[in-house]
């Protein structure tokens, strides 16, 4: 079967940083997606990777391997409005998005 | 209005009502999406649309019907629902090439939560 895994729950400190690991096994791959949902809100797009390597954008990086089924989503500067969560997805050979459960992000003063 | 817009926002029916979510998206996009957000899984991809017409229909029970009567416009019709369907219901929109290989991002719409009695 196909699969996404990620952390249920981290909980980090505002000012800090955190790295939310993503793990896949897919029938080939077209791109990964991370998306940010605030409670009660709508996903909205973070970052695409489709190369191996680290996409930067801002204070989110973003980073794949493929030969690992890898990739991590790094949040710096952690201010308390990226309390949310943040689903990993990846898209299969057939063009097919597989999504993961998401990861909820707690900041702490 | 811009981006996706989805109505109602929060629903309450009884398994013998009929119901229907609408959404709307403001951006050009030739692809639009239903899915399903239960807590703590995956989100499940219900119904696509490309170019007006249904694409992908991922065994979806019968009590939910997709309508879509435009680029800009779906609908979900839910009719004899069971409480095991009640969810946030998110609606999207992308804009994919004509060979049909997806490879934009998803706009997502604020979703119908749907509670089923």
């Known amino acids: 079967g196909q699969n996404i895994d990620q952390p249920t729950e981290m909980t980090a400190t505002e000012g800090a940083i955190v790295q939310i690991n993503c793990t896949y096994q897919t029938s080939g791959f077209n791109g990964l997606f991370w998306y940010q949902q605030h409670a009660g809100e709508a996903p909205t797009f973070l970052s695409y990777?489709?190369l191996d390597g680290l996409e930067e954008k801002g204070r989110f990086s973003s980073f794949l391997s493929r030969s690992k089924g890898y990739s991590y989503l790094l949040l710096k500067e952690l201010q308390m409005k990226d309390s949310a969560s943040y689903l990993c997805?990846?898209?299969?050979?057939?063009?097919?998005?597989?999504w993961g459960a998401g990861t909820k992000l707690i900041i702490k003063p | 209005e811009t981006g996706v817009t989805q109505t109602p926002r929060h629903l309450v029916m009884g398994m013998t009502n009929k119901k229907s979510l609408k959404c709307e998206q403001h951006?050009?996009?030739?692809?639009m999406y239903w899915y399903k957000q239960s807590a703590k899984k995956p989100l499940e991809l219900m119904f696509v649309?490309?170019?007006?017409?249904?694409?992908e229909n991922n065994s979806v029970p019968s009590r939910f019907s997709p309508e879509c009567p435009n680029s800009s416009h779906l609908f979900l019709h839910l009719h004899t629902l069971q409480p095991e369907d009640s969810a946030l219901y998110l609606c999207?929109?992308?804009?994919?090439?004509?060979?049909?290989?997806?490879?934009?991002?998803?706009?997502f719409g604020e979703g119908s939560r749907l509670t089923v009695l």
């Open positions: 997805a990846v898209r299969n050979s057939n063009y097919q998005l597989i």
């Open positions: 649309y490309n170019f007006k017409e249904q694409t």
């Open positions: 999207a929109s992308s804009q994919e090439g004509e060979a049909w290989k997806p490879t934009g991002e998803l706009f």
């Open positions: 990777n489709v």
């Open positions: 951006l050009g996009h030739n692809a």
